[in-house]
């Protein structure tokens, strides 16, 4: 009889703002893999994605176990234009496949985080909900829940930004009024988050550590999150790396807010309502 596991894990947004490679958050996009003992190795999806080793779900489960005798069936609702953690998604299934099928109780948060090389959306991937990443390694992230009410809108660009040209785009020192803003602005989050209290969720978004150094390379996407409150909206970040942007609202306004966001998209991007998730990734044996 052969063996499967199909894993689900969700998306997730990192950065939320000030909180740069420390802060993110698990939404309700998923990713499935599909793991099956057949004795042959082969990927078999219809995304746009590497269907021989190279496959980032297959080199999750690689680092545990050799993927030879196995066939990866991909399914994924998650928007692969940028900045919804899919490669944490991937690398987090491979491995969570792994060490369920071959019961090794492996730290697969720790393995994820080396593959990943940062620990906020694999940390979102595995645990759900809200996250804060301590950097220094061995990754330990606290987590917690998002309040009642707190909802999210997607806004996607059809057009890619690659995450290296992102990561280029900073620069290697910051001025130390940015580096306060940044602390300030962190802590007003975590603490309107921790509350329950929109004001400081909104007060508590904006951020001068990176948005501002990579916005020649998502123009549209910068407006959107500079001009978020006009559309009612709490305010809005830029999701991991981008394009994409993290539009957050209080459920009141979340109507308001999509249609308001549908007629500025237009043709350039679209609109998807992702709850914040407070499951993280999944294992059934099949």
Not at 16 to 31: E, I, K, N, Q, R
Not at 79 to 104: I, K, M, N, Q, R
Not at 112 to 133: K, M, Q, S
């Amino acid at each position: 009889m052969e063996r499967r596991r199909l894993v689900r894990v969700p998306a997730s947004s990192a950065n939320l703002g000030p909180g740069f490679d420390s802060f993110a958050a698990a939404l309700a996009l998923h990713t499935e893999i599909e793991v099956v003992e057949t004795g042959r190795f082969a990927v078999v999806t219809d995304l746009a994605i590497a269907k021989d080793r190279r496959n980032l779900a297959v080199r999750g489960f690689e680092r545990l176990h050799p993927p030879d005798r196995f066939e990866f069936r991909i399914r994924s609702d998650i928007p692969l234009s940028g900045g919804l953690g899919t490669s944490a998604a991937a690398y987090v299934g491979g491995l969570l496949a792994a060490d369920h099928l071959f019961e090794l109780d492996a730290d697969v948060l720790q393995l994820a985080c080396e593959l990943e090389g940062h620990p906020d959306n694999v940390a979102a991937a595995l645990l759900g909900g809200f996250v804060i990443c301590d950097p220094d390694p061995p990754a330990r992230p606290t987590r917690f829940d998002a309040p009642a009410g707190l909802e999210a809108i997607l806004v996607v660009p059809h057009e890619a930004v690659r995450t290296k040209e992102a990561r280029a785009a900073l620069p290697a020192t910051v001025p130390m009024a940015d580096a306060v803003a940044n602390i300030a602005h962190a802590s007003l989050l975590t603490l309107g988050l921790a509350r329950g209290d929109w004001d400081l969720v909104g007060r508590g978004l904006a951020d001068r550590l990176h948005q501002p150094h990579r916005a020649h390379l998502f123009p549209r996407s910068m407006e959107l999150v500079e001009r978020a409150t006009s559309f009612g909206a709490l305010g809005a970040t830029i999701s991991g790396a981008g394009p994409t942007v993290l539009v957050w609202c209080h459920y009141e306004q979340t109507g308001a807010a999509m249609e308001a966001l549908r007629r500025e998209a237009g043709d350039w991007a679209q609109v998807l309502r992702a709850p914040f998730e407070p499951h993280g990734a999944d294992v059934r044996e099949l």
